[in-house]
């Protein structure tokens, strides 16, 4: 049964010039099917004002993200693993690699913790160390 959630993802991204932080606040739909979570948002881009259409399908062993709309591109997560993807942005693509370090996956009534580590590469090159979280609050 899909319910409305708020979700709250946050991501630190360290690189050699320090880290950067990020937060979004939205809304979003949630629902289980087949012991796989999904969730579904949208995400607007302050300056332009465009969306992009976020799907986030997950377990505890891989994290598949979707996004169409400004930015496009699918993104795999898989503890221990390399994946690579085109991401398409309004700048031209980009060749992403993850390798991803570890998932977790917290389940407490009304909320879920989705937390990835990761490595980043963009063209070959590794970008940061990353870690994303995702906390779904159930309304």
Known sequence: MEKEVLVTISGLQGAQEGNESVELMARGKYYLKKDKHYLLYDDIEEESGQTTKNTIKFNSEKVEVLRNGMVNGKLIFQKGK????LYGTPYGDILLEVMTKEIQVKEIPEHINLMIDYELYADNAKVSD???????HGQ
Do not use: A
């Not at 990353?130 to 779904?136: A, P």
């Open 82 to 85: 390399n994946s690579q993807s």
């Open 130 to 136: 990353s870690r994303i979280v995702i906390d779904i």
